[in-house]
């Protein structure tokens, strides 16, 4: 995501380089429909499209840079937890007699 957010940033410094200068509520808008619409990321675009906070590309890198890293933490571990079993040790089971 950080690296769409580069290229996006890149795209946008041109534009504005070649007097093409897109809005910044337009700016967050386009990210924001960039987004990938899968069940991980729907809600997401939903929450950031609805905020009158968001309204820069620079606040909607930060808050995307955010949940990456957040998904990034809650993501399975390589490491398999395996548990060791117990054995009675010199001691028989009762069997009730």
């Known amino acids: 995501m950080v690296k769409q957010l580069r290229t996006l940033s890149g795209i946008v410094r041109d534009l504005k380089a070649a007097g093409q200068d897109i809005p910044d509520d337009e700016q967050a808008q386009n990210v924001i429909r960039a987004l990938p619409d899968n ?55 009762f069997h009730g007699k």
């Open 39 to 93: 069940e991980l990321w729907r809600n997401f675009s939903q929450v950031m499209a609805l905020n009158e906070n968001i309204k820069t590309f620079n606040v909607i890198s930060k808050h995307l840079e955010m949940k990456e890293e957040g998904q990034k933490s809650h993501a399975p571990s390589n490491v398999a937890l395996v548990a060791k079993g117990s054995k009675l040790k010199g001691k028989r089971p």
